[in-house]
């Protein structure tokens, strides 16, 4: 049984950063691609940034520049590094990752964690 869970939400001020941190059981997350996504309040959710099996990362427009994905291997986490926080960042946060041998992200068959929840404050 695959089971995701995310650490590292929290109020934080306009401009500052926060580190979201996913770990994983039943899944190892070098083996596939994932990613994170968030749903702000009254949206739907939107896919932000992901890493696949080789290391290469992808990213919303709305977070590049600003939002740094990662993974660490050793300790099977998927991180996310959120700098220059915007009010607009506000929303919860998902880990998510694709089912092996597809190793896609798709809305419909992502394994995912429960949410973190981030707050940005003006």
């Known amino acids: 049984q695959v089971q995701l869970v995310e650490f590292g939400g929290g109020s934080v001020q306009t401009g500052g950063s926060l580190k979201l941190s996913c770990t994983a059981s039943g899944y190892i997350f070098r083996t596939c691609k994932a990613g994170w996504y968030r749903q702000a309040p009254g949206k739907e959710r939107e896919w932000i940034a992901s890493i696949d099996k080789g290391g290469s990362t992808l990213y919303a427009d709305s977070v590049t520049g600003r939002f740094i994905i990662s993974r660490d291997n050793d300790l099977n986490t998927l991180d996310l590094q959120m700098f220059s926080l915007k009010t607009e960042d506000t929303a919860v946060y998902y880990c998510?990752?694709?089912?092996?041998?597809?190793?896609?992200?798709?809305?419909?068959?992502?394994?995912w964690g429960q949410g973190t929840r981030v707050t940005v404050s003006a």
């Open positions: 998510a990752a694709g089912r092996p041998f597809a190793c896609v992200l798709q809305e419909q068959s992502n394994y």
